[in-house]
């Protein structure tokens, strides 16, 4: 089993979807890509949180055999952030975000955490994510993903960790906001031409696009007949896409496609409850049952 390091946020979210909302839930981007993650390989895990982040939050991760040797306590709050859904649950609307210890926040790599064969730098401020590729010795893959936050307030410092990654995903207004292209074809090679060489572009409710080797791939998302939070589906996406990529030992045109399906699955599992609830009810067979629901739906003679 290939490992899997991921550096990100651990957070407390609040949350209000026109289905209910959540106050100070566990939430984070590193958070939800790990889990998801966990279903498929050795998971390590880099962040901060605060005095006040609950420890039971800490079980769950170690439930699944995450690797929490990184995830430091720093004095002061966790970071925590609070969003709004419409009845378009494809985009969040930030109403806060307070960096709080994240602000300060310097990682040092344990030692065993320094050659993991896959790396995801999920969103948080790019100079983080740069600090941790600059101690890694070069894995097999390196992915990103960021948002809004950080495309306006941290443009030079996003270019430059982009311009040291393999792999950008990413969600479709955000792939638009950071290339200024309306056009997502277009907005892809813009992408491309910042250093990445693989692309994914998420689409919410609309699927996931895969720019890779010259090829265009297309997963739709899973049809859901219920759909309560849409917070944690990008990192639950990457998570999955990561880990299936970890579990096979490849990277190859058809793995990827595989990764990016498994992406898929794992989002549409992340959408069906509040925080990471309906992840922590999740069954591997599960997985693999809608991997294969997955197949059914989009073959046709
Ligand atoms: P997503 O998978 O895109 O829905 O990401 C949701 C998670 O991102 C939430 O659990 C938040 O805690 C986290 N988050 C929101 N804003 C930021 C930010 N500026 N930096 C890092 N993480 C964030």
Same mark, same amino acid.
Request: charged share 30%.
């Given at each position: 089993m290939s490992d899997l390091l991921v550096v990100g946020s651990v957070a407390l979210d609040s949350v209000k979807t026109p289905f209910g909302q959540g106050t100070e839930v566990l939430g984070g981007s590193a958070t939800y890509f790990s889990y998801a993650a966990s279903f498929f390989t050795q998971v390590r895990l880099v962040a901060v949180g605060g005095e006040? !982040?609950? @420890?039971e939050h800490l079980d769950l991760l170690r439930e699944r055999q995450v690797? /929490? +040797?990184? /995830?430091q306590r720093a004095q002061g709050r966790t970071f925590r952030w609070t969003g709004e859904y419409g009845y378009d649950l494809n985009e969040a609307k930030t109403l806060d975000t307070q960096l709080n210890v994240f602000a300060d926040f310097s990682p040092h790599l344990p030692e065993?955490? #320094? #050659?993991?064969n896959f790396l995801f730098l999920a969103n948080i401020d790019p100079r983080l994510q740069l600090e941790v590729v600059r101690q890694v $010795?070069?894995?097999r893959l390196v992915a990103m993903d960021t948002m809004n936050f950080w495309i306006t307030g941290k443009r030079q410092a996003l270019e430059r960790t982009m311009g040291e990654v393999d792999a950008l995903i990413i969600n479709d207004g955000e792939a638009r906001q950071l290339t200024?292209?309306?056009?997502l074809v277009k907005a892809a090679e813009a992408v491309l031409a910042l250093g990445p060489k693989l692309v994914v572009i998420k689409r919410g409710e609309y699927g996931a696009l895969l720019f890779a080797y010259g090829n265009f791939f297309f997963a739709p998302a899973f049809p859901l007949a219920? @759909?309560?939070?849409? +917070?944690?589906a990008g990192d639950s996406f990457a998570g999955g896409f990561m880990g299936a990529l970890a579990r096979a030992g490849d990277i190859d045109e058809a793995s990827l496609r595989r990764a990016v399906v498994y992406g898929s699955v794992m989002a549409s599992f992340a959408v $069906?409850? !509040?925080?990471l609830r309906r992840l922590t009810r999740l069954r591997p067979e599960e997985i693999e049952e809608r991997y294969k629901a997955f197949q059914d739906m989009v073959t046709f003679a």
């Open positions: 006040d !982040f609950p @420890v690797d /929490l +040797t990184g /995830l065993h955490y #320094r #050659r993991p $010795e070069r894995p200024q292209e309306p056009n219920s @759909v309560l939070d849409p +917070t944690g $069906e409850d !509040f925080s």
